[in-house]
């Protein structure tokens, strides 16, 4: 089993960047695929951006394809999202996850954060 703790949310105005950290433990996190997932007020919960176990392999939503960046240190059992540009439709708390599977994309995944808020202020 794999747990995920996420780090570096916080209060933002409208153009600025956030850096977000995931930490993995209790499991090899370097055979896992990892993403980012965002769930803002009244929303469903969507796939943000998602990488593949040794990095070749990346997905972001349109929404934030240009702005966000996600990357993976597995050596660290760390993974990463750069936001910039931030909007306020961007406001939501945003969970990592993980598992062995092998498809990105998919939503299904078996480890989650607790998560971590991210607020943008116009």
């Known amino acids: 089993q794999v747990r995920l703790l996420e780090s570096g949310g916080g209060l933002v105005q409208a153009g600025g960047s956030l850096s977000l950290s995931c930490a993995a433990s209790?499991?090899?996190?370097?055979?896992?695929?990892a993403a980012w997932f965002r769930q803002g007020p009244g929303k469903e919960r969507e796939l943000v951006a998602a990488?593949?176990?040794?990095?070749?392999?990346?997905y972001y939503a349109d929404s934030v394809k240009g702005r966000f960046n996600i990357s993976r240190d597995n050596a660290k059992n760390m993974m990463y999202l750069q936001m910039n540009g931030l909007k306020p439709e961007d406001t939501a708390v945003y969970y990592c996850?993980?598992?062995?599977?092998?498809?990105?994309?998919?939503?299904?995944?078996?480890?989650w954060g607790q998560g971590t808020q991210v607020t943008v202020s116009s």
């Open positions: 996850a993980a598992d062995s599977r092998l498809i990105i994309t998919t939503v299904d995944y078996d480890y």
């Open positions: 990488i593949s176990w040794g990095g070749g392999t990346i």
């Open positions: 209790g499991h090899t996190f370097e055979h896992y695929r």
